[in-house]
């Protein structure tokens, strides 16, 4: 039977059959793929024959050869007589094979800089290859090619990339040290969370950004390190971005103090919508009552539309559903009777709330004069009733 579908496989491929070709390939055991060099053989020849489709297909297959495929595609791969989509297939594929050629193939290909998409698989590739690749990614940092080095590394999560990466956390580009300062926040290295809080004050908004991404992740440090404390000034940040970062990874961190400052913000008339939505958010991930009585103190006096996202953001709360539906129950007698898209809100959080309790409050808008309000509403009972 192995016999039968190798010379199937044969014949169709000298006849240009990929399809048939790659079928009886796919037929074999790994074990009778790598006995055989004729499946090389056939496969290199869909490789740059085929279509992306069939490209794709063999693919798969390739990497089960081993280390007899590899030079037959670093010998492709550097053929520039070849079709570029053809090299960008097979650059792909050499990620796959974690060898010292094939890194260095792949370094040579970021050096030379012939083709940008080329270059940019090599870094796929490195990429997927991981640790093997650190040594020759590092001894790049001093070449023309430092930035790249750099981007590569931080895309490889392995515990040693730290090193090298917190050699360059100062580089005099912003766009690398926040590349830097994500990759790091990653890892749970004890050298790490003081590098980071000290790039809260980068001249960079991205790298500032980055920093409190990373601290707002490592709340089991929250305590030891004071991170709301150094967090919160950030609030006020003259970045948008940054304030917004800072709002919703304020919520990651267990400080009741933070709950007072982000309801502050939500208050002040100084601060602009998109950062009040990110606070509203933050507080509903917050979910406790005092976030919750929060968000409905700020209801009366945010723009009107803010007010629905204060009702989504209360409706998605895990940790006090029942208290969180009684408040929505209330403040939707209070609610200004034209105020339709208020009222579905309220009605879809009641909904997924999942308190039957307040199912008559939800009936009394069965007979709201918007139609809209009556189907929310409807849903709503619909979805307790089935709790």
């Known amino acids: 039977m192995v016999a039968s579908h190798l010379d199937r496989a044969k014949a169709a491929a000298d006849n240009g059959n990929w399809s048939i070709a790659i079928d009886h390939l796919q037929q074999l055991s790994i074990d009778q793929i790598t006995r055989s060099g004729l ?109 790249t080095a750099i981007a590569t590394l931080a895309k490889i999560r392995h515990s040693k990339t730290i090193e090298p990466l917190i050699q360059v956390i100062d580089d005099p580009d912003p766009l690398l040290r926040s590349l830097v300062v994500e990759a790091l926040g990653s890892f749970h290295d004890p050298r790490i969370p003081p590098l980071l809080i000290t790039k809260l004050t980068d001249v960079a908004p991205s790298v500032r950004k980055a920093a409190v991404t990373a601290l707002c992740l490592r709340s089991d440090l929250a305590a030891e390190l004071d991170l709301s404390q150094h967090l919160r000034p950030l609030l006020f940040d003259l970045n948008l971005a940054v304030c917004q970062a800072t709002a919703l990874g304020l919520a990651r961190l267990p400080d009741r103090l933070n709950i007072e400052v982000l309801a502050s913000v939500l208050l002040s008339p100084q601060t602009p919508p998109e950062l009040q939505s990110s606070v509203i958010l933050a507080l509903g991930w917050i979910g406790t009552r005092s976030a919750i009585d929060n968000l409905m103190a700020a209801f009366p006096d ?86």
């Not at 053989?41 to 798969?60: C, P, S, T």
């Not at 969180?324 to 209330?330: H, Y």
């Open 39 to 147: 499946v090389l053989d056939i496969a290199l020849q869909v490789l740059i024959q085929g279509d992306f489709d069939q490209q794709w297909e063999i693919a798969k297959i390739i990497p089960k050869l081993g280390d007899i495929a590899v030079q037959p595609l670093l010998d492709l791969l550097n053929d520039i007589d070849i079709d570029p989509e053809d090299r960008w297939v097979v650059a792909r594929i050499l990620g796959e094979f974690d060898r010292p050629q094939v890194v260095t193939a792949a370094i040579e290909l970021i050096q030379q800089q012939e083709d940008p998409e080329l270059a940019e698989i090599a870094i796929d590739a490195l990429t997927k290859i991981g640790v093997s690749a650190i040594s020759a990614l590092t001894d790049l940092f001093d070449t023309p090619n430092r930035h």
């Open 302 to 387: 945010v723009a009107p539309s803010l007010a629905p996202e204060i009702a989504i953001a209360i409706g998605k709360t895990d940790r006090e559903q029942i208290y969180a539906s009684q408040v929505l129950a209330d403040c939707l007698q209070r609610v200004d009777p034209s105020a339709a898209i208020i009222k579905q809100e309220i009605a879809t959080a009641l909904g997924n709330l999942g308190n039957p309790d307040i199912v008559p409050d939800l009936v009394r808008l069965l007979s709201d004069p918007d139609d809209r309000v009556k189907l929310y509403a409807m849903n709503a009972i619909s979805k307790l009733s089935n709790i």
